[in-house]
């Protein structure tokens, strides 16, 4: 689909996408450009991975097409700054995926008619398993969808969506590794509290986590069928389900992710 690509930024997520890309042999290890400040960064992304890595972000827009842009949101002004004149709109796709920042901030910065796509993957990246939601510029193409869909492919599954719905993708996905391994913490613990060796627990409750999740996507039931299937009239199930429903954890969840959503809005409006 595409040849080569960039990354400005070589922190872990861009680590992440590159281990996807080698992978799933998207490209060989020297159609890999990276740039990154840091000499020892640079140094190890070219050991390990046998990439091609650069300190100047411009080296990365003169050298590439297709360019991610991995870096944090607070320097994403900068670059964005220092890379704005070697921009051509209709040679380069810039694909962000930098946490909190609208389109229309990479819209205003940038040349006109610049193509920009904004991504959104999870930690779980590291171990190729995210969900990337993407959502295109004002002039972006599907071709440029495609791409995207095809790069962040090689970490996990895609989802191509508006951008209005991002601010929920990070609510949801974006922090959902850490409400879950909360919740696996807490069943690690309950099972401590019932008299069982940490170790033994850990592995009980990963593994029990690891099993509902195939079980629902081989099976093709939902949350509630599952259930269903594990709660017996009378039995234990049930009687734990009662405790967790008179304490109201389907409700304090959906709080959580509801106040972590109007966070991200607030964020969003900060950046425009």
Not at 79 to 108: C, F, M, N, W
Not at 211 to 223: R, S
Request: charged share 20%; net charge negative.
């Amino acid at each position: 689909m595409i040849s080569s690509v960039g990354i400005i930024g070589g922190g872990q997520m861009a680590e992440a996408l590159v281990r996807g890309f080698l992978k799933k042999d998207l490209f060989s290890p020297q159609r890999i450009l990276i740039s990154d400040p840091l000499n020892e960064r640079r140094q190890y992304l070219e050991e390990f991975y046998s990439v091609r890595t650069t300190n100047k972000n411009t080296e990365v827009i003169e050298n590439e097409a297709v360019i991610i842009l991995a870096v944090k949101p607070q320097v994403m002004e900068k670059v964005l700054q220092e890379i704005r004149e070697k921009i051509d709109p209709s040679t380069h796709l810039l694909i962000t995926i930098a946490a909190g920042l609208p389109l229309s901030l990479y819209e205003k910065r940038l040349p006109q008619g610049t193509r920009i796509l904004r991504v959104m993957p999870n930690t779980c990246a590291l171990v190729l398993k995210s969900i990337s939601a993407i959502s295109k510029g004002t002039y972006a193409s599907e071709r440029d969808v495609e791409i995207g869909s095809y790069l962040f492919g090689a970490i996990g599954k895609v989802i191509v969506m508006e951008e209005k719905y991002l601010d929920a993708v990070t609510a949801l996905s974006g922090s959902g590794p850490a409400y879950v391994a909360l919740f696996v913490e807490a069943l690690i613990d309950g099972g401590v509290r019932c008299g069982l060796p940490r170790n033994l627990a850990e592995t009980l409750a990963i593994a029990t986590i690891e099993g509902t999740v195939a079980l629902m996507e081989e099976t093709g039931k939902n949350p509630y069928e599952i259930k269903t299937m594990v709660t017996s009239p009378g039995g234990t199930t049930i009687n734990a389900l009662n405790v967790l429903y008179q304490k109201g954890l389907p409700g304090i969840i959906m709080e959580a992710i509801y106040c972590a959503f109007k966070r991200a809005q607030e964020l969003s409006s900060e950046q425009e």
